[in-house]
């Protein structure tokens, strides 16, 4: 992972300028880049959308989406420039490639090209073909570079992310293409790999040896907010499962690499989420839980159900939940059991891995039986209240000898309090920049986690695929309690906010 230098300069090319990702996310994240001196000289932007705006609009809009930034800022922005046009229209690639000339000529970007699909996912193909046949493709000068950086999701099925793959690698080799899960931007992702391989403590036990189960929690207490037309296109195993909860278990649970590059890394991640069991579509019924949220109250407030959100048909069948229980059949995991769930509506917003440990085989003190004692656990919490906390038995002050769980908690903020902490987005951007793959998403996982997750939506989709409505503002359905109980396993219930098991 490369250090927070200057990027080289580059003209970055954002499709889908005038959505909301670009003023929530990426504006944002250049308006830190500039401020904190990692844009170069020559770094320039070109946005292109199909909302008839003009130079000038676009760069209002690049300042309002950064309030706070600094006067470098602003000097960036005055560089910007907009093409209005159809992604489909010749002329809009036309206009593209003789601004992007005009760019390199006028702003010294050395021929440096980055494009940023942040559009609709149906206009990835689209626009890839539309520069390949342009020569976009090719940077603007010998030496330089043309990546592209796309958002996700990536795909909505093996057979779509294949096809898409496809047409991009037409275009641009694999080492140009830089598929981002913001997920991999997040401090407290990454610092599972310093916990597991920084530590000599925690490799001897990270194995099944040790580790009764493993769970994984994206939680989320937002609804689906204005996104209901692509969310009923989704779903919470494409939006979540695929993606963020894969790389999260995959850092988690893969083996060591020996080099901490792009390659390494990935080669490990992949060869875990290989090590993930396929089921059967039967198995596939018999492990998951899918719900869907009804009306409730979230943070005291009365909140709508999905089927009453905008955008959403009143008969939707999209699940806002879901529950798997998952096995890596490798050496280290045999028999451990994985259980991921996310929720949208759920009682609060938290991200965290729990690694539950065996209990001990006997406990000698009296009166005290070993299930009494909860056994021991370690944390991470991804977000909020970032940090680790291990929880274990410790002796209650008094004569008699009585053992508690007591834990001990490292708040990441608190110990780093004098440190920068990095968005994701600004952290990936100019990862982007330098050409550090690290922490994007190379084909071959995309297209294993599509492989992991295919045969849910397949068993689902077939009559009696079940869908269990919960109330907002609850832990999701209670059957999906079941998918523990039957392994003599619970939730780990120390998730702060939680009201309803
Ligand atoms: C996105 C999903 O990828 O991640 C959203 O599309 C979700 O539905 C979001 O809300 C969650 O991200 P974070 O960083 O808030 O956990």
Known sequence: MAPRSEAPPL?????????????????PALATLADTGQLNEGFSVIGVARTPWSDEDFRNVAIRAAPQAGPRWRRVVERFRYVAGEYAATETFDALKALLDDTDRRFGTGGNRIYYLATVPDAFATIVEALAKEGCNVPGSQGAFARVVIEKPFGRDLASAQALDRTIHAA????????????????????????????AIF????????????????????????RGGFYETAGALRDIVQNHVMQVLSLTMMEPPTHMDAEHIRDEKVKLLKAIAIPSPDEAVDRSVRGQYTAG?????????????????????????????????????????????????????????VLQFHRVPFLAFEGLMSRELQPNTL?????PNEGIELHFGA????????????????????????????????RLLHDAMVG?????????????????????????????????????GTWGPRIANLLLERSGNAWWDRVPGATER
Do not use: C
């Open 379 to 383: 944390v991470l919490r991804i977000q």
């Open 297 to 353: 109250v979230v943070d005291g407030q009365p909140v709508v159900g999905y089927r009453q959100e905008e955008g959403v048909a009143p008969d939707s069948t999209t699940e806002t939940y879901v529950a798997l229980r998952l096995a890596v059949e490798n050496w280290r995991w045999a028999g451990v059991p994985v259980y991921v769930r996310t929720g949208k509506r759920l009682p609060a917003r938290v991200t965290e891995v």
């Open 172 to 199: 641009f080799d694999e080492d140009k293409v830089f598929r981002i899960d913001h997920y991999m931007g997040k401090e407290t992702v990454q610092n599972v790999l310093a916990l597991r391989f920084a530590n």
């Open 436 to 472: 550090d793959t690290t922490l994007f998403i190379r084909t071959d996982e995309v297209e294993q986690a599509w492989r992991i997750v295919s045969p849910y939506l397949e068993a689902w989709a077939e009559p009696g695929g079940g869908l269990h409505p919960y109330p907002a």
């Open 395 to 426: 002796k209650v002050p008094g004569e008699a000898f009585r053992v508690q769980s007591v834990s001990m908690h490292f708040d990441y903020g608190e110990a780093f309090s004098g440190e920068q902490f990095a968005d994701a987005y600004p």
């Open 203 to 226: 490799e001897p036990i990270w194995n099944r040896r040790y580790v009764e189960q493993v769970q994984i929690t994206v939680a989320e207490s937002i609804g689906v907010e204005h």
């Open 11 to 27: 003209v970055l090319v954002i499709f889908g300028a005038s959505g909301d990702l670009t003023s929530r996310k990426i504006l």
